[in-house]
C-alpha cells in the first residue's frame, strides 16, 4: 500500500531564510509525487509534481523539489521564503496507471514564518 | 467560473437535517473527488467517480450518500449526521491518472459543522 510520512508537523523560518519541507514515500512502483499548499480557509493549490525525468522539479512560487530514489524521498526547498509562504504543505503520492486514481496525501508540515 | 467550485462554502445543521454540498468543475476533467479535512488527521479520500461511475467509497458511512449526474457536476448528500462529521469537505477533479497533464485540482472547501 501506498504511504507518505511528513515528519515534521510544524516549522517556523524567518522571513528571508530558507526552507526545506520533508517528504518520504512508500510505493510499489514508480512514483507520481506532488505537492500541495493550503493557506487558512483554502483548498489545496499545486506547487509541484513529478512524473519522470529530470529529477529536480521546478514549481510555482519559487519552489523546488527533488527526486532521491535511493532515499524514497521528495523533499520541498525554497532558497528564500516570504511571509506569503506561511501555510500548510502537503505532500502526496499518487497512481501512475489508469484506473487507479488515489492520491495518499501525508499529514502536511505547518510552516510559520517569522519577521 | 473557472476551476473547481463548492457550494455552500461554510454550512451548519443539525443532526437530523438534511442537506447537500456541491461541486463543479469546469476544466473538462473525468474524473471527480470528496474528500475529508480534519483537524490533526490526514486527507481521506471519500469517494472517486470516473466518466460518472463510483470507482472508490473509502468505507464510508452511508450517512454520507454522493451523486455524480455527469462529469461536471459532483453532490454530497448528508443526513443524521454526527458532531464528528464536522470537517471541511474537499472537492477535487483530474483527468486521467497515467497522462503527464495529470494533477488533482481542489475546489475551495465546504466548511461543515454539525450540531
Known amino acids: ?115 | 467560473e473557472t476551476g473547481v467550485t463548492q457550494t455552500p462554502r461554510h454550512l451548519v445543521m443539525g443532526m437530523t437535517n438534511k442537506k447537500s454540498l456541491k461541486c463543479e468543475q469546469h476544466l473538462g476533467h473525468n474524473a471527480m473527488y470528496w474528500y475529508k479535512q480534519s483537524a490533526k488527521k490526514p486527507l481521506e479520500l471519500m469517494f472517486v467517480y470516473n466518466f460518472k461511475e463510483q470507482t472508490e467509497n473509502n468505507s464510508v458511512p452511508s450517512r454520507f450518500s454522493p451523486e455524480c449526474p455527469n462529469s461536471s457536476h459532483l453532490f454530497l448528500h448528508l443526513h443524521t449526521l454526527q458532531p464528528e462529521d464536522s470537517a471541511l469537505y474537499l472537492c477535487a477533479s483530474s483527468s486521467n491518472p497515467g497522462a503527464s497533464s495529470y494533477e488533482q485540482y481542489f475546489g475551495p472547501g465546504t466548511r461543515l459543522t454539525v450540531t
Open chain 1, 1 to 115: 500500500a501506498q504511504s507518505v510520512t511528513q515528519p515534521d508537523i510544524h516549522i517556523t523560518v524567518s522571513e528571508g531564510a530558507s526552507l526545506e519541507l520533508r517528504c518520504n514515500y512508500s510505493y510499489g512502483a514508480t512514483p507520481y509525487l506532488f505537492w500541495y499548499v493550503q493557506s487558512p480557509g483554502q483548498g489545496l493549490q499545486l506547487l509541484l509534481k513529478y512524473f519522470s525525468g529530470d529529477t529536480l522539479v521546478q514549481g510555482i512560487k519559487g519552489f523546488e523539489a527533488e527526486f532521491k530514489r535511493s532515499q524514497s524521498s521528495f523533499n520541498l526547498r525554497k532558497p528564500s521564503v516570504h511571509w506569503s509562504d506561511a501555510a500548510e504543505y502537503f505532500c502526496a503520492v499518487g497512481p501512475s496507471n489508469f484506473g487507479n486514481e488515489k492520491l495518499t496525501f501525508g499529514t502536511g508540515t505547518r510552516l510559520t514564518i517569522i519577521p
